[in-house]
């Protein structure tokens, strides 16, 4: 799959060695993969592929929602329905980068998939109460500083409609 | 005296200039200097890396999306001999911390993120122009 993108070569002997060697030290797992889609993203730039970088960032942002969707399944709870609901602000986001594609033929799909994704989470409601604290920012060192607390408001039935849409977008891109 | 052994070490002393202002020079985009500062956030996870360069006293701005209940390290790593700057700002773009406290310079800080949300984060040098990496790491 890499190849045929044209990326195949972020996925050589020397970074699936350095992966190897680390399999059992998640951070630094975290820190190759991470650095490997850093340059990746930035090689595409360079190309002129934004289109395929930002493909592979709505990719890994579906599947993240995906999964956690499919745990709230199995498993519902009040953490993971929260973490469903904050996606509201990583969805805004993305919107702003689908803009830049929505002309591209080979986005229609997942821009159609995304705008009902984003109609189901503009009921979402987000809440935000800010004061000032006093933070140890460095070991020993405090700072005033401003911190704000959120709180999200997302039901079970939008957690619902949530799955489904994702679920549909989801399979839509495999098919 | 013998003249001709110190005039030996006439070619090192005038190279020594030269010498130190390469070893000024970083490569900030150079896999291994990364790696080096990554160092820094033993003990969090690594999220991403900001690439800074910056011409006479000019500012880089880039945001990233911070959740509650995480703990986020922001650290300012740079070659040369210069002081490099983070200020992180909340979606509102109010100021909430930096790493220069009251004329103190830390190269990391840490934010208990208790809001999710879009941060902003100015990378600046005090003083001209440099290079540098500025990396996000966090923990639950």
Redesign the interface.
């Given at each position: 799959m890499a190849n045929d993108l044209k990326i195949g070569q972020f996925f050589d002997i020397k970074t699936i060695s350095r992966m190897q060697e680390n399999a059992n030290n998640m951070d630094s797992l975290l820190y190759i993969s991470q650095r490997g889609f850093e340059q990746m993203s930035n090689y595409l730039e360079k190309q002129g592929r934004t289109d395929v970088g930002a493909q592979l960032l709505l990719g890994g942002w579906i599947e993240g929602v995906y999964l956690a969707t499919s745990v709230y399944k199995t498993e519902p709870n009040e953490r993971i329905m929260e973490t469903i609901g904050e996606q509201k602000v990583a969805l805004d986001e993305i919107m702003v980068l689908m803009d830049a594609f929505r002309g591209k033929r080979n986005f229609q799909t997942i821009i159609k998939g995304f705008d009902n994704l984003k109609k189901v989470y503009d009921e979402v409601e987000m809440e935000y109460v800010k004061e000032e604290v006093e933070m140890e920012v460095a070991p020993g060192v405090f700072q005033k500083v401003v911190n704000s607390k959120s709180t999200v408001k997302i039901s079970p039935e939008q957690i619902e409609t949530v799955t489904e849409t994702i679920e549909e977008l989801r399979a839509n891109i495999i098919d | 005296m013998n003249f001709k052994k110190y005039l030996l070490y006439i070619p090192l002393i005038l190279a020594f200039p030269l010498l130190t202002a390469f070893a000024d020079e970083v490569d900030c985009e150079d896999?291994d200097f990364?790696d080096e500062c990554?160092e820094v956030i033993d003990g969090y996870?690594?999220?991403?890396?900001n690439t800074i360069s910056i011409e006479d006293g000019g500012e880089v701005e880039y945001?990233s999306?911070f959740?509650?209940g995480s703990t986020y390290m922001l650290t300012a790593c740079n070659g040369g001999s210069g002081l490099m700057k983070v200020t992180l700002y909340?979606?509102d773009k109010?100021?909430?911390?930096s790493?220069l406290?009251q004329n103190?310079y830390?190269p990391?800080?840490?934010?208990?993120c208790?809001?999710?949300?879009?941060y902003y984060l100015k990378y600046e040098f005090t003083a001209g122009s440099g290079c540098g990496v500025g990396i996000i790491g966090f923990k639950k």
């Open positions: - | 896999e990364l990554a996870k690594f999220l991403k890396a945001k999306v959740s509650k909340d979606r109010k100021k909430v911390m790493n406290i103190q830390y990391s800080i840490t934010y208990p208790n809001a999710t949300g879009v």
